[in-house]
């Protein structure tokens, strides 16, 4: 008699953070608007999805900085920015997950760094940031960013906000995975930052440019989270703005 004995051996990454909670205030306007989980199911079953958090219109208005992953400056040439990310509390959203994952993003050499003119650092609540990255329900991200829309992201000064509604559900027309969408929302919206602003898929089939308004429509061209996304070259489009269509409704469980 044969005995078989599998042993499957998974680990699960851990994240240590300390978040400092306080309301913050809001500082043009600039519209559009997971580090993916290393856990025992996703070692089992590679298509294993973990559940989604609810999805609240609203949070407390406090926020958790992430403490940073490290203080790597990131990039080779250009003007260093200092920036912090704050996510709202309230909305079972996790700020070490959240800031080690806009961390990756910046840092990453299809990113703003790879055109030589920007190198970007993150710093803790109170480091001297030049902008701040929210991760904010509906209801305050129309707050932060001065307007009524609560469907979208935006860049409002030195904010860069990232909608929860849209971090945790993406778009259904999005052609990618839900972290290319949200690499692709925090691109955006520090390219706004940057100075640079909207741009309109310039041939059907091909990469949109970050700066297009993918949340609304992705017009023909294919999805992409990257300003260079072959690390040197930076697709670009025709200025414009596509300023729709309108989201359906969100399903919120506050509402």
Not at 158 to 164: C, G
Request: charged content about 15%; overall charge negative; hydrophobic content about 35%.
């Amino acid at each position: 008699m044969f005995f078989a004995i599998l042993i499957v051996m998974a680990g699960a990454g851990l994240y240590f953070a300390f978040g400092i909670g306080g309301s913050e205030k809001p500082q043009a306007l600039d519209d559009e608007e997971r580090i993916a989980p290393n856990s025992v199911a996703d070692a089992v079953s590679p298509d294993a999805v973990p559940p989604s958090p609810p999805l609240y219109f609203s949070g407390t208005g406090t926020w958790t900085y992430a403490v940073p992953v490290n203080d790597a400056v990131v990039g080779d040439a250009g003007t260093l920015l200092k920036y912090d990310v704050a996510v709202e509390n309230g909305l079972e959203l996790d700020a070490a997950e959240v800031g080690a994952f806009v961390n990756a993003t910046l840092a990453d050499a299809r990113s703003w760094t790879a055109g030589g003119a920007w190198r970007f650092q993150q710093v803790p609540q109170g480091g001297g940031a030049d902008f701040t990255v929210y991760l904010a329900s509906p209801e305050q991200r129309a707050y932060l960013c001065g307007s009524q829309n609560t469907t979208v992201s935006c860049r409002n000064g030195d904010n860069v906000v990232i909608n929860s509604a849209r971090w945790i559900t993406g778009v259904d027309h999005w052609d990618g995975t839900i972290d290319t969408y949200r690499q692709y929302a925090v691109n955006h919206e520090v390219g706004h930052r940057l100075g640079h602003g909207h741009e309109v898929c310039p041939e059907e089939g091909e990469p949109s440019p970050v700066m297009a308004q993918q949340t609304y429509q992705l017009a023909g061209c294919i999805g992409n989270a990257w300003p260079f996304p072959d690390g040197s070259t930076y697709v670009s489009g025709p200025a414009g703005d596509y300023n729709g269509p309108d989201l359906p409704p969100d399903d919120f469980v506050d509402q």
